[in-house]
């Protein structure tokens, strides 16, 4: 079973807010990436992290930022939540196969 | 930029049938490959990888690599409802590299 672990599951918030999607794991992995997926559709990759203080933008262009200060903990912030930003988050960490996150429902009203 | 292609779908296949699903590849240096499920609404899970050009077999399931076409496919034997999902193909070049994947094939099991 993988030991990675996102908070919150689901989140609804108010335009203009500041967010902090949080993402840990506990097997050590150097690799972390967070995709962004709408319902049905293919994932987007939105950052990706080979290590500590490495941080990389993906293929997705995104308003959020992520940040790698310990190996097990990868967040990703979005300054000001607006409406566009509904979707579902995966963070994920790889050695060599990637284990998923249950994801972070976010809905900004 | 690596690439990695997959038929959308959706695919239908009845139930008991064998579903194949197919994946090709840019970067001919890649060297791990992956099949991930993800059923509607749920993260990806990891139901099989390869590194070595043949076959590979995990129950129903068999995973099959061919290095020299660039080409990864994931055959279903005996198809059961619960198998529809979306199927995505990931690949990897090793080493520092990260995982690439590929859109996904929507597979459905028709009862």
């Known amino acids: 079973e993988a030991d990675i672990y996102q908070t919150p599951r689901y989140l609804v918030i108010g335009t203009g807010k500041k967010i902090t999607l949080e993402c840990s794991q506990t097997?050590?992995?150097?690799?972390m990436y967070w995709y962004q997926q709408d319902p049905g559709m293919e994932l987007h990759l939105i950052h990706y992290?080979?290590?500590?203080?490495?941080?990389e933008k993906g293929d997705l262009s995104s308003e959020s930022t992520v940040s790698r200060i310990r190996t097990e903990h990868f967040p990703l912030t979005l300054e000001s939540a607006r409406p566009s930003h509904t979707s579902q988050y995966l963070c994920a960490s790889s050695d060599t196969e990637a284990f998923f996150g249950q994801g972070t429902r976010l809905t900004v009203v | 930029q690596k690439e990695v292609e997959q038929n959308s779908g959706p695919l239908s296949v009845p139930e008991g049938a064998i579903a194949s699903l197919n994946c090709t590849y840019s970067?001919?240096?890649?060297?791990?490959f992956f099949w991930y499920r993800q059923y509607s609404g749920k993260s990806p899970e990891l139901i099989m990888f390869i590194y070595s050009n043949g076959d590979k077999e995990d129950g129903r399931f068999t995973a099959q690599l061919n290095k020299a076409s660039q080409y990864v496919s994931l055959l279903i034997r005996d198809s059961q409802p619960s198998d529809s999902a979306t199927y995505l193909c990931a690949v990897s070049g090793g080493g520092a590299d990260g995982l690439t994947f590929g859109k996904g094939t929507h597979l459905i099991i028709q009862p």
């Open positions: 970067d001919r240096g890649s060297q791990s």
């Open positions: 097997m050590g992995h150097d690799k």
């Open positions: 992290s080979y290590g500590v203080n490495s941080t």
